[in-house]
């Protein structure tokens, strides 16, 4: 079983009711999409984004604590996420671990609770420009990847995304050469490692526009985007959904 296409969106912390016109334009735009396509609103838009996106397209959560319950004011259970129509949800995206001091250890107890909520947990690895410019870049993706992605992992409930904390929001890209590199290392490590990991999807994320998608699409071991940005409008995911449908 080849790895399942994910065009992902991050809306992160943008979008009111007003933004679920989007979705709607978005079914309208990719009636039959060649990929599976999932959007990740505030928590505050998951429950109205599901019910206008009627199963066509997949939401999910941005974050969600490891317990399943109780005294953790602000925070959000991994079976509420589900409740409010999430079949996925993100965990340890390099804004989490750098705004909330995330862990390795934290995201991969994000991650068990996730799994046993029935989510698809979306874990994300990135280094530093610093790291990338010390050299650190491989060395850095792998402990994330052995200290994030729990022994539950399977390719049904687990999609890796990589994304270079200095390619966020930037417009700067890794050339096609960096994140074949990357994206080969964590392939390796997850067939090592999990039974079916030669079939867990891999994201790449960071100033995926519509421009640069097929390129980055094209690289080995990429199957699919986690975008930010360029995922708040239908008019620009929608071109980018149809270069992974095509890829
Ligand atoms: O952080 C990202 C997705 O999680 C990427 O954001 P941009 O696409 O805006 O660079």
Redesign the pocket.
Known sequence: MAPRKLAAG?W?MNGTLAALDQIDQLVADQPAPGCDILICPPATLIQPMAARAQGRIAIGGQDCHASASGAHTGDIAAAQLRDAGASHV?LG???RRTDHGETDAEVQAKAVAAHAAGLIAVI?LGETEAQRDAGQTLDVIASQLAGSVPEGASAANTVI?Y?PVW????GRTPTNDQIAEVHALIRDRLAARFADGADMALLY????KPGNAAEIFAIAHVNGA??????LKAADFGPIVAALSAA
């Open positions: 991050n992160k993100i995206h390099s804004e994300c995304a994304e390619a966020i929001g930037t994320g960071g100033s995926v986690l975008v930010g940005g360029a995922s």
